[in-house]
């Protein structure tokens, strides 16, 4: 399992996000890292051994520009980069297949389960689908997902060859909560190769979403705070 740090990134500065209420999204201060700036972040993160880093451009997800020349900047690091820029069309596509590593189709953003197939297409093996949650619901503008149950969703998802799934829940995200170990479990025994974002909270989260077979975990608010120490997650080979 890989362990992989979140950068929310707002006006072209890294935000703590806070249960997906963006217009509460502030820079992140801290003494950990000491930086909101994505590229000094990005460095300090890879020095500490990371080898992947999640990019969320939250200005693109919202409807407004891509952070293109962030991204330009993090892709001569050593770093690969999974990023959500709120892909919704196929100019969005062509960007996100552009400017990361591993775009993400999020289910938040597709207008339909048809594009969602042809973006699946168009990126093959490089996509991961983001499943957002709320509540025990799908999150989606997209009227065939949107409101379905995590048994529902899977079934889904499976029909159309997703292979690579993110399970955010959104109600955790910087809330400490625990992640949603229930949900995580149920689709890693439909087959899918998962993935954890929202309420991570210790190294014991991160080993118990191992033991159940999940193959990545985003942390974000667990890192920053000190909770979480890359120190420790190189040690138990999580790096």
Same mark, same amino acid.
């Given at each position: 399992m890989i362990v992989i740090p979140v950068m929310d990134i707002r006006g072209g500065l890294v935000v703590q996000a806070k249960m997906g209420m963006r217009e509460l999204y502030r820079p992140i201060t801290d003494s950990i890292y000491g930086t909101?700036?994505?590229?000094?972040?990005?460095?300090?993160?890879?020095?500490?051994?990371?080898?992947?880093?999640?990019?969320?451009?939250?200005?693109?997800?919202?409807?407004? @520009?891509?952070?293109?020349?962030?991204?330009?900047?993090?892709?001569?690091?050593?770093?690969?980069?999974?990023?959500?820029?709120?892909?919704?069309?196929?100019?969005?596509?062509?960007?996100?297949?552009?400017?990361?590593?591993?775009?993400?189709?999020?289910? @938040?953003?597709?207008?339909?389960?048809?594009?969602?197939?042809?973006?699946?297409?168009?990126?093959?093996?490089k996509a991961f689908l983001s499943l957002d949650m709320r509540g025990g619901t799908v999150i989606s503008t997209a009227a065939e997902m949107a409101g379905l149950n995590i048994e529902e969703a899977s079934r889904v998802l499976r029909d159309i060859g997703v292979r690579k799934v993110i399970?955010?829940?959104?109600?955790?995200?910087?809330?400490?909560?625990?992640?949603?170990?229930?949900?995580?479990?149920?689709?890693?025994?439909?087959?899918?190769d998962v993935y954890v974002g929202g309420g991570v909270r210790s190294l014991e989260d991160i080993i118990t979403l191992d033991k159940i077979g999940v193959s990545g975990v985003l942390i974000g608010s667990a890192l920053h705070s000190g909770r979480i120490k890359a120190e420790d997650l190189k040690h138990l080979g999580f790096i």
């Open positions: 909101c700036n994505p590229m000094d972040l990005a460095l300090k993160l890879a020095a500490d051994g990371f080898k992947t880093i999640y990019v969320a451009d939250l200005d693109s997800i919202l409807g407004h @520009e891509i952070n293109e020349r962030i991204f330009n900047c993090l892709r001569k690091l050593d770093l690969k980069i999974i990023a959500d820029i709120g892909v919704n069309n196929e100019v969005k596509l062509e960007e996100a297949i552009r400017l990361a590593d591993y775009p993400v189709i999020a289910t @938040e953003t597709i207008p339909s389960l048809s594009f969602l197939f042809c973006a699946l297409r168009e990126c093959g093996d399970l955010i829940d959104f109600n955790r995200i910087g809330s400490y909560s625990g992640p949603n170990i229930d949900d995580a479990k149920y689709l890693v025994k439909c087959g899918f």
